[in-house]
């Protein structure tokens, strides 16, 4: 049955549920962890595995698709996920987006050429966005925001640790077994995910009117996409001032537009706009994006220090990026059991964005001549920061909306986070390009620009053993000079993110769930209270 959403005195206590009823959440948040752990993983899986597949498939011009394709997906559906869970109830849904990403991993393994691999991916980005938004709304249903933060903490540590072992299982499964079973190896983990969901989670179906905003959503992914395409090609099949991405900016400008104009008129609009006249979610969603730009936008480019300029293998330096982990892992428990403990959570953003913008600086001074154990320590100062924010902003947003759409702020604040990952990776990945470049020039080595050019020394650092070490010392000094400038680039962000942070709005945590854990009629039709 549904509890009463109005207590916010009752102190929780560490026995809270009964023996049964604790066990009963940690098997739902094991599987739940487990779709959280399939999606994120398979955000980096391929990234090793790319250079093996494109010879495989005898297609070397494409499989950047391999990636843009499961990110795009991925990022369109979220929002579509967070409505149709709100409306047709999350269980089913998450337990259909699990089917989806299982079906597109086994056709993906299958695949025989790069456009069907390129399709399966987008039939795994489209269960990846169901999976992602479901298992941490699913969190909002059956355990109250006061006790919710040292959950979701365990959410973040798993996000993290698969953007690390994902480029480490796939190069382990390309060298000893087949690419084809970097999507193979998906199949029994969902399917244990699915039956734990079937098994024991019970909650209740809501019955709501409905009727899905089919032309919002048209205009919405149609919008999401030319800024994915814009974000993925501009620097590199495009200049940024071409006319073909001059154009795709502006038309996603003018869809977006449009798509805010219908959601102000339609009955059951994908992304409610009245939501951001709630300061809470209005700020979270913010944080989240600039959050994201440093996260995606400046992170991503760890590997290429530790593989250009430290000559570590795709697998050593997936090893050595465990600093990062270690910092988010420590962080993510203690930030959500203090909020549990205390009830409060605005500093913890504050606090992490702060030590973000410190963590990001000191990486602005990794050179050629920073040993490991230096690096590690500033790679552990931005975990430790990444790991105050991100968790706690999802329990702030999921306290601060009605439960009607619990659904829809999670995929919201979510979606604004992949974006505002989209932004970073173009925008720092077109100062790294221009900053090496210039580094080039400045060496006066005749023909150094277009032998790094040709060599696609960035996607294959492998290829730097091919120089000559005239032009190799050079090209790595460049290297570490522009990496330098990504991670100063990237502190504004982090520090516009540590002022929005001040004015979150901080409202006691509910300590009551919306579903009760043990709640076994998720067949019936009852009507939930609303905030």
Same mark, same amino acid.
């Given at each position: 049955?549904?509890?009463?959403?109005?207590?916010?005195? =009752?102190?929780?206590?560490?026995?809270?549920?009964?023996?049964?009823?604790?066990?009963?959440?940690?098997?739902?948040?094991?599987?739940?962890?487990?779709?959280?752990?399939?999606?994120?993983?398979?955000?980096?899986?391929?990234?090793?595995?790319?250079?093996?597949?494109?010879?495989?498939?005898?297609?070397?011009?494409?499989?950047?698709?391999?990636?843009?394709?499961?990110?795009?997906?991925?990022?369109?559906?979220?929002?579509?996920?967070?409505?149709?869970?709100?409306?047709?109830?999350?269980?089913?849904?998450?337990?259909?987006?699990?089917?989806?990403? %299982?079906?597109?991993?086994?056709? =993906?393994?299958?695949?025989?050429?790069?456009?069907?691999?390129?399709?399966?991916?987008?039939?795994?980005?489209?269960?990846?966005?169901?999976?992602?938004?479901?298992?941490? =709304?699913?969190?909002?249903? +059956? @355990?109250?925001?006061?006790?919710?933060?040292?959950?979701?903490?365990?959410?973040?540590?798993?996000?993290?640790?698969?953007?690390?072992?994902?480029?480490?299982?796939?190069?382990?499964?390309?060298?000893?077994?087949?690419? #084809?079973?970097?999507?193979?190896?998906? !199949?029994?983990?969902? @399917?244990?995910?699915?039956? &734990?969901?079937?098994?024991?989670?019970? @909650?209740?179906?809501?019955?709501?009117?409905?009727?899905?905003?089919?032309?919002? %959503?048209?205009?919405?992914?149609?919008?999401?996409?030319?800024?994915?395409?814009?974000?993925?090609?501009?620097?590199?099949?495009?200049?940024?001032?071409?006319?073909?991405?001059?154009?795709?900016?502006?038309?996603?400008? +003018?869809?977006?537009?449009?798509?805010? &104009?219908?959601?102000?008129?339609?009955?059951?609009? @994908?992304?409610?706009?009245?939501?951001?006249?709630?300061? *809470?979610?209005?700020?979270?969603?913010? !944080?989240?994006?600039?959050?994201?730009?440093?996260?995606?936008?400046?992170?991503?480019?760890?590997?290429?220090?530790?593989?250009?300029?430290?000559?570590?293998?795709?697998?050593?330096?997936?090893?050595?990026?465990?600093?990062?982990?270690?910092?988010?892992?420590?962080?993510?428990?203690?930030?959500?059991?203090?909020?549990?403990?205390?009830?409060?959570?605005?500093?913890?953003?504050?606090?992490? *964005?702060?030590? !973000? $913008?410190?963590?990001?600086?000191?990486?602005?001074?990794?050179?050629?001549?920073?040993?490991?154990?230096?690096?590690?320590?500033?790679?552990?100062?931005?975990?430790?920061?990444?790991?105050?924010?991100?968790?706690?902003?999802? !329990?702030?947003?999921?306290?601060?909306?009605?439960?009607?759409?619990?659904?829809?702020?999670?995929?919201?604040?979510?979606?604004?986070?992949?974006?505002?990952? $989209?932004?970073?990776?173009?925008?720092?990945?077109?100062?790294?390009?221009?900053?090496?470049?210039?580094?080039?020039?400045?060496?006066?080595?005749?023909?150094? +620009?277009?032998?790094?050019?040709?060599?696609?020394?960035?996607?294959?650092?492998?290829?730097?053993?091919? %120089?000559?070490?005239? +032009?190799?010392?050079?090209?790595?000094?460049?290297?570490?000079?522009?990496?330098?400038?990504?991670?100063?680039?990237?502190?504004?962000? &982090?520090?516009?993110?540590?002022?929005?942070?001040?004015?979150? #709005?901080?409202?006691?945590? #509910?300590?009551?769930?919306?579903? =009760?854990? *043990?709640?076994?009629?998720?067949?019936?039709?009852?009507?939930?209270?609303?905030?």
């Amino acid at each position: 049955m549904a509890t009463d959403l109005s207590s916010t005195t =009752a102190a929780p206590t560490e026995h809270e549920f009964s023996p049964e009823e604790h066990r009963r959440i940690l098997v739902i948040l094991s599987a739940l962890m487990l779709g959280m752990f399939l999606a994120a993983l398979d955000q980096t899986i391929v990234s090793t595995a790319l250079p093996t597949i494109a010879g495989d498939l005898h297609d070397l011009n494409h499989f950047g698709w391999v990636v843009t394709a499961y990110l795009l997906a991925s990022t369109v559906s979220t929002p579509l996920w967070g409505k149709l869970g709100d409306l047709f109830g999350r269980k089913s849904f998450f337990q259909l987006a699990i089917v989806i990403f %299982l079906a597109g991993s086994m056709l =993906a393994g299958l695949s025989q050429s790069m456009i069907e691999l390129i399709a399966c991916r987008a039939i795994q980005g489209i269960g990846a966005g169901g999976l992602i938004v479901g298992s941490q =709304a699913i969190i909002g249903d +059956v @355990i109250p925001p006061r006790q919710r933060g040292r959950y979701m903490g365990y959410f973040g540590a798993v996000f993290g640790l698969s953007s690390v072992l994902g480029p480490l299982a796939g190069g382990w499964f390309t060298q000893h077994a087949s690419w #084809r079973w970097i999507f193979y190896i998906n !199949v029994p983990i969902g @399917i244990l995910a699915l039956f &734990a969901i079937a098994t024991v989670l019970h @909650i209740p179906a809501v019955r709501i009117p409905h009727k899905v905003d089919l032309t919002g %959503l048209s205009l919405l992914s149609a919008g999401v996409t030319a800024i994915i395409l814009l974000t993925t090609w501009g620097g590199q099949q495009f200049a940024w001032g071409s006319w073909q991405i001059m154009s795709m900016g502006a038309g996603a400008l +003018v869809l977006l537009a449009a798509f805010c &104009a219908v959601e102000l008129h339609v009955e059951e609009p @994908i992304i409610p706009l009245d939501l951001f006249r709630i300061r *809470t979610f209005t700020v979270a969603s913010a !944080v989240s994006f600039a959050i994201g730009f440093t996260m995606f936008g400046a992170i991503v480019f760890l590997p290429q220090w530790l593989q250009v300029v430290q000559d570590a293998s795709a697998t050593k330096s997936g090893l050595e990026l465990l600093p990062v982990v270690i910092g988010m892992l420590t962080t993510f428990v203690i930030s959500g059991r203090l909020v549990s403990r205390t009830g409060r959570y605005k500093i913890f953003p504050i606090l992490g *964005t702060f030590v !973000v $913008a410190v963590g990001l600086a000191l990486l602005s001074q990794l050179n050629v001549h920073t040993p490991y154990y230096q690096a590690a320590l500033y790679m552990l100062v931005v975990g430790l920061g990444l790991g105050l924010v991100m968790q706690v902003l999802v !329990v702030a947003v999921q306290n601060s909306v009605p439960h009607a759409r619990l659904g829809t702020a999670t995929s919201t604040a979510t979606f604004f986070r992949t974006i505002g990952g $989209a932004f970073g990776v173009a925008a720092l990945g077109a100062v790294f390009n221009n900053r090496l470049f210039s580094q080039l020039r400045a060496s006066k080595i005749p023909g150094v +620009v277009n032998i790094v050019k040709s060599s696609s020394i960035a996607a294959n650092p492998q290829q730097l053993n091919k %120089l000559p070490p005239a +032009v190799k010392v050079p090209v790595i000094a460049a290297f570490s000079h522009s990496l330098q400038t990504v991670f100063l680039v990237a502190v504004p962000t &982090a520090v516009v993110a540590f002022a929005m942070c001040f004015f979150l #709005r901080e409202a006691p945590l #509910r300590t009551t769930a919306y579903v =009760a854990p *043990t709640a076994r009629h998720v067949d019936d039709h009852v009507e939930l209270p609303s905030l």
